[in-house]
């Protein structure tokens, strides 16, 4: 779940700030043209949802959003998510659901209780992610006929290079890409975890409509 968690502060985190690497137009190729539109777009709502699946077991869900106001400088995360409960969690059920939000202002503070107090915090200990879309790193891939779509299969050994974290998987990672040729729309990551053959299942939407997040 932790390495899901990092998987979520990716895609949601990388497209904070603009870190577009353009190619020569004469040879940008159609992996290059998404991964530019990728690392370009400045989503102001960002929504991910995941499945974790083990078969014969409920399915452990979450949802991850990410609103940015981009004329003030701040934004939230919030999550809801369920994980297995632990002996110490003295939960009746064997699910538990975890919930709660992180609060980032203009000047780089943030709050764990919803503005009550603020401290002082390194944005770039998470907004150097980069989900790293390159031909080189994949172990197949296509591209949409009309070249705005990506899927492609990346080996575990090489997921760290991608994603900027390990993910302990069972054979290839599937990486699906959707834009409409000049914004992201949707990332969807496929995978069977290692050890215990769950079906993971992360998939996140970008908006681009404009989003007020005041803070008292």
């Not at 609103?67 to 934004?75: A, C, K, L, P, T």
């Not at 064997?94 to 944005?123: F, M, P, Q």
């Not at 290692?194 to 997040?213: F, H, L, P």
Request: glycine share 6%.
């Amino acid at each position: 779940m932790k390495k899901i968690i990092c998987l979520l502060l990716i895609l949601a985190c990388a497209f904070a700030m603009v870190s577009c690497k353009k190619k020569n137009k004469d040879t940008e190729t159609g992996v290059d043209t998404i991964s530019n539109i990728v690392n370009g777009s400045l989503a102001t709502k960002i929504v991910t949802k995941t499945e974790y699946l083990v078969e014969g077991e409920e399915a452990l869900t979450g949802k991850y959003t990410t609103e940015i106001d981009r004329s003030r400088g701040n934004s939230k995360f919030t999550f809801e998510y369920q994980r297995y409960a632990t002996i110490e969690d003295m939960n009746d059920d064997r699910v538990k659901t975890v919930k709660g939000s992180v609060l980032l202002n203009a000047d780089g503070n943030v709050s764990y209780n919803e503005g009550d107090t603020w401290e002082a915090a390194d944005a770039t200990a998470y907004l150097p992610f980069n989900l790293d879309i390159n031909e080189s790193r994949f172990v197949s891939h296509e591209i949409s006929e009309d070249g705005t779509d990506l899927r492609a299969e990346i080996a575990a050994s090489d997921a760290k290079k991608v994603f900027g974290t390990d993910i302990s998987a069972e054979g290839n990672i599937t990486l699906e890409v959707d834009t409409n040729g000049k914004y992201l729309y949707e990332v969807r990551i496929l995978y069977t975890a290692k050890g215990s053959g769950a079906n993971v299942n992360i998939q996140t939407s970008y908006d681009y409509s404009q989003v007020d997040v005041k803070f008292e």
